[in-house]
């Protein structure tokens, strides 16, 4: 049979470019195709002797909505849990110390100037310097930045290495410098453009109630996102197994080659990080498989840990990010079961720890991590007792990086794809961001337009 559209991907950003093709075609018109046994990509809640455990993603970001509005337009939006107000703050680990950083400060950018002046984390040159960000002249050229140039030119040196780029590496695993400022954070670039000052355009920036937190999560973790996704997903065909080897095109229609069998559609879907799509779509196209070359990602191992409370102490907040130059291969950790509710029975602290970027990790067995994350977290809280359950995670994919002119690189590969396969598309956190909800937001355009092609 000839499908309208294949989508190849399970991940959170496939499952919902499949959700939003059959608001508009039949169900048994989409085919998806997934490699491993499972769905979801990353996103993978397990439960364990009573722990709620996070593989992957732990939280949605809620101030990039569509995720948190897709939830709600699944049903799930009841099963939305902030985090817990009791035990908040998220800490620093710089020179050792655990400093916590100051409440209101938004990414780079501090709203409350009087917590901000609090703060042990910066010096007072390194407050000044914040300060007199308003004077700092913009940007003239409107060409892309790296992230720690964009830092270090408005707000200085000090919250660029002790805040930015532990909160980078916290969330992109990575340093400011690997990133492009537009593409990672484009509401600062554009303050900068408008305003002519970070601090003068927060002003304009719509404040959360105060002490509440932007992250959300589900009671049951974020696989409900996933359930709740392919319960919608009733009536659409999945092969479940097959990884996608690559894509012939035939009287235009397009052959997509499994392991296993042979798939006809009039349009596909790529929702795969760029290497493997790179790795479909081959040589045989060469200026795309030559962009899908330049796309970067970082291996990510994660390690849930769980002890007596007791056990443990020092564990702040709701967890902490680790300074760059602290020399530890750990970027963060989580306290998952202070940070969320129903993570662990009570007396239980379940964490989360998050390495990246040293290809080397990956190498290790599980016995090598669970020593290593003893040895790293050793260093800076104090265990009285080994941890009674442990379980690793890995993502070779890890997380995509989006380099200085991401955006411009999307650009050409789309166009670049128009040209040698028109009716193919790609699209996921390798092009349109890591956050959950700029995979959502990529699905959904790009089923717009796909479907506006097909139906035109
Ligand atoms: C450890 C970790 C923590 C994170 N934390 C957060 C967080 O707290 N909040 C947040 O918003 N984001 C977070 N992210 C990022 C976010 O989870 C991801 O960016 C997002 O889930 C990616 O979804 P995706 O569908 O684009 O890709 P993926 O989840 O990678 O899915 C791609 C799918 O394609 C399949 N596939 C690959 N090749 C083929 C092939 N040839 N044929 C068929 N199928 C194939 C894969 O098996 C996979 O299922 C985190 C990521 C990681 C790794």
Redesign the pocket.
Known sequence: MTYKVIV???????LCVAYELIKTLPPDQVLL????RR?????LTEEKEGLLLEG??????AEKPWAVELAKEIGLGSDLIPPQEASKGTYILWKGKLHRLPEGFLLLVPRDLVAFLKTGLLSPWGKARVLIEPFIPPKRSSGDEDLASFVKRRLGKEVLERIVDPLIGGVHGTRASELSARAVLPRFVEMEEKWGSLLKGIRHFKARPKGTLPFLSFKKGMGQLVDGLVERLKGIPFVMGE??RHIEASKGLFKVYTEKGVYEAERVVL???AR?ARE?LGPSRPESFSLLGMFKSVP?V?INMAWKEGDVLGAKGHGFVVSPGEGLKLKAVSFSSRKFEGRAPKGILLMRL?FSQDEGIMELEDRGIYELALKELGGILRMKEEPMFWKVYR?P????QMRKGHLELVEGLRKALGREAKGVFVV??SYDG????D?VRGAKAIARQLLEGLLS
């Open positions: 190849v991907g399970g991940g959170i950003t496939g195709i997934e490699k491993q769905l979801g990509g990353v996103i992957g993603p732990d939280c949605l970001y990884g996608v929702a795969v990080p493997h479909i990510t994660v998050f993502w994919e890890g997380l995509a996921g956190s890591i956050g959950i909800g995979c």
